[in-house]
């Protein structure tokens, strides 16, 4: 089944806060490619990703505790193409 793998989201500071992301991952899901599955990863101290996540129904798929340093995990997300 064909997916995507995003490993790097990156915004201007000043995109930040207005709905970019959001609008990115929407467009993503809704007209890029509305049939394939979407891997993700950020890391757990990035809340504002995590509840952009949890806002397009992501599942948590994995964690690596201290993968970035002391305290700070990486966490690998998933979303089926039907989800």
Known sequence: KPNIYLSTLVLSPLC???GATKKAYDYLFNTLYPTHEV???TWSTNIAHIKILDYFNFTHALVKPNDR???IDTIYFYKGAND
Do not use: D, N, S, V
């Open 69 to 71: 340093g002391e305290g």
């Open 39 to 41: 891997y993700t990863r």
């Open 16 to 18: 930040r806060g207005k």
